[in-house]
């Protein structure tokens, strides 16, 4: 883990020191990860969505889905 320095308004401080009890850093380490879990999820989906309208992307998903319950195993 690394230790960095970071400067916060006064009033967002007070809020964090209200909630973090006593731990600063892991407070503010939950938050963060948090809201990189929510981006990611957003990012997600978003691509997720575009795949879905996509008819080009479609139509090679559907080809390949075709072939995937042929039988045939590539490690043999």
Known sequence: MLKVTITL???????????????RSAYINTLLAEHR???????????????AEDAEYQTE?????????DGINARE
């Open 37 to 51: 879990r929510q981006i990611l999820a957003a990012e997600m989906i978003a691509a997720l969505k575009q795949d």
């Open 9 to 23: 308004e006064e009033d967002i401080l007070e809020f964090v020191d209200q909630y973090a009890q006593g731990n």
């Open 61 to 69: 998903i559907a080809a390949w889905d075709s072939v995937a319950g």
